[in-house]
């Protein structure tokens, strides 16, 4: 069954990244965009490989096969560096509003991406409708001026459309790429490779550190996005992809623009419209639709992530993973089965 581990990374993932429109809507008054990235990036590189080091012992943190090398440079190229500087970027051209629908599509793009390159993930019709109505549902939240669209120019929409492609590209690869290294372990090489190509574009670009304004704002929302929204939330999104496969990870996106509404509303002064309150009564019910095949399991009644993330609609024939990184060789299939659905062959049955 899903544990409460995974229940926290999926609201730790969908709270934090939330977060980051908010400091990013902050932060981009100071900072030229892709330096801005590529200072988050650096913070929160040093900080991730404090830690590895600390926890880890220095097997644990060598690449020694062609997945690990392959999950790092997806973590590093697309699903941090290239998603978060497009989405940076988009974000000067774009109304918040419109950010976060475009952002929202990521757990649309996934199971289009993982039909074609993953062989064990697939959408059901069920996950399907659910999906769309919390697309609606988040369309409601942002509740945009329809003219909003248009405004930004299709430049800008269209840069954070294929950051939204990126992101979800890059989870699907990360599953794809099956490495032994800890989801931790692995992020802590890909956020250097994030930096790296950030700081490239950002010099491309022809941005300077003398376009800084160093404030105490500027200081806290960079403290934001490299720390909480990176570090931390790098940790718990990239262990969901692990444990519960990119398609059901990816759902946290869906979250991501109810918090970012509420952050404006809290710390920016941004009104919520009747509007947007039905929008997050949409949202819950496509959650409802998606997690309503498993709401009668056992453990599951607890909380509505845990119905979400152990849905029969989302499940992949290559489970959950036990432990934070690659899946243990010791495993058999049913036992994996047995945390979705404590009915299958070869479950112990209930007492």
Known sequence: ????????????????????????????????????????????????????????????????????????????????????ALLFV??????????????????ILTPVLAAVLLADERL???????????????????????????????????IM???????????VLIRRADADLSSTVRTAWGLPLAAVVTHGLSLAAGESPAAITWTPGALLALAYVALLA???????????????????????????????????????????????VAGFLVVFAGFAIIGSESFARPGLRETLPGRLLASESLRSLDDAYATDGGSDPADDRPASDCRIDGDGPGCPADD
């Open 230 to 276: 990176g570090a931390v939330a790098y940790i718990a999104y990239f262990g969901l992809i692990d444990e519960v496969g990119a398609i059901r990870a990816n759902l946290a996106f869906y979250v991501v623009p109810l918090v970012a509404t509420l952050g404006g509303w809290a710390l920016l002064g941004e009104t919520i419209s009747g509007l947007a």
């Open 161 to 171: 459309l294929v950051s939204a492609v990126c992101g979800a590209l890059g989870s």
């Open 90 to 107: 988009g974000q000067q051209y774009v109304t918040s509003g419109v950010a976060a629908i475009i952002a929202s599509l990521n757990p």
């Open 124 to 158: 059901s019709a069920r996950g399907a409708v659910g999906m769309a109505v919390g697309l609606v549902g988040v369309a409601l939240v942002a509740n945009p001026d329809p003219s909003a669209f248009g405004a930004g120019g299709l430049l800008g929409e269209g």
């Open 1 to 84: 069954m899903i544990g409460r581990r995974t229940v926290a990374a999926f609201l730790a993932t969908s709270l934090l990244f939330g977060g980051t429109f908010v400091a990013a809507k902050g932060g981009l008054e100071f900072f030229p965009p892709l330096l801005f990235v590529a200072l988050r990036f650096d913070i929160a590189a040093v900080a991730l490989i404090a830690y590895v080091l600390l926890t880890h012992s220095r097997a644990d943190l060598i690449p020694r096969t062609r997945g690990d090398l392959g999950g790092i440079v997806a973590t590093g190229l697309f699903a941090i560096g290239l998603t978060n």
